[in-house]
């Protein structure tokens, strides 16, 4: 098989999923690491991967650029998907209101659960995070980044991924002294993975079904590779899912 020919796939972890796809789909599924969320939709938009696994803001950005692209799969917990507000344990804040006057960050600039929908949950607040914090507020990078630099201090308040906090809060890595959650948002669609919309001409009738196929049927055979993803399954999903963050996104003007 030709490198053209050849299923890319990119996602944050390692190519534990390409493996698994290119066994099920009986073709060559290469793996294609990436630096942030911007590049994982630029590469998409050019076509240098097939398959994508994004947050629910960089899935819509995607789907955006790329004609007849497809949401197929996601975690049964990304149909109720939460953020947390955290703030240093010195603090007396209870609500997203008591925020003003803080310091604060968000996690990466591109991220649904780190940006996105709680810029949207502050501004329902009456925040503007613009004009509300004590300067403007930052962007960490990262969720783990977030509540790291809460804790340490450098940042009063932020805001991240729930997973991410619940899993660092289980392995006893969070210093409950420092620091502590206080909010966690409204349910909302987030990570998924989308599929472009000429898989199918470059791979043969069918083709993207097939991987749906293969991505719902991970069970218990695949625990290692789900276990990257915190999860035990994969269930499926559907573009319209994600209506209410694109519209969100346009409402805030992140996506025109």
């Known amino acids: ?26 073709v060559e599924v290469r793996y294609v690491p990436s630096v ?22 960089t ?37 997203l209101e008591d ?28 925040i503007d995070p613009e004009k509300g914090f004590q300067g403007k507020p930052s962007f960490s990078g990262s969720h783990d980044k977030t509540w790291k630099l809460v804790e340490s201090g450098a940042f009063q308040a932020g805001v991240l991924n729930e997973a991410v906090w619940e ?24 990570y998924n993975w989308t599929i472009r919309g000429d898989v199918d001409q470059n791979f043969g009738q069918g083709f993207k079904e097939k991987v749906r196929a293969a991505l719902l049927a991970m069970g218990p055979e695949q625990k290692e590779v789900l276990d990257l993803f915190f999860t035990d399954a994969f269930i499926e999903t559907r573009n319209e899912n994600y209506q209410a963050i694109e519209g969100v996104a346009r409402q805030l003007d992140i996506l025109r």
């Not at 942030?36 to 803001?57: C, E, P």
């Not at 006057?101 to 329902?124: A, D, N, V, W």
């Open 99 to 126: 925020l003003k006057g803080l310091t604060f960050t968000f996690g990466s600039e591109s991220s649904t659960s780190g940006h996105l929908m709680p810029r949207y949950f502050l501004l329902q607040a009456g």
């Open 167 to 190: 899993k660092a809060v289980e392995d006893g890595k969070v210093d409950s002294s420092r620091i502590r959650a206080f909010y966690t948002t409204p349910a909302y669609f987030d």
């Open 1 to 26: 098989m030709t490198e053209a020919s050849a299923m890319r796939v990119l996602l944050a972890t390692d190519g534990s999923v390409a493996d698994y796809l290119s066994t099920e789909l009986d």
């Open 59 to 95: 899935g819509v950005q995607a789907r955006a650029s790329v004609p007849g692209s497809e949401a197929i799969a996601q975690r049964p917990r990304d149909a109720q998907f939460h953020s947390v507000f955290v703030v240093q344990t010195g603090y007396n804040v209870e609500n």
């Open 36 to 57: 942030d969320y911007a590049a994982v939709v630029a590469a998409f938009k050019r076509g240098d991967m097939h398959l994508a696994w994004f947050g629910g803001l």
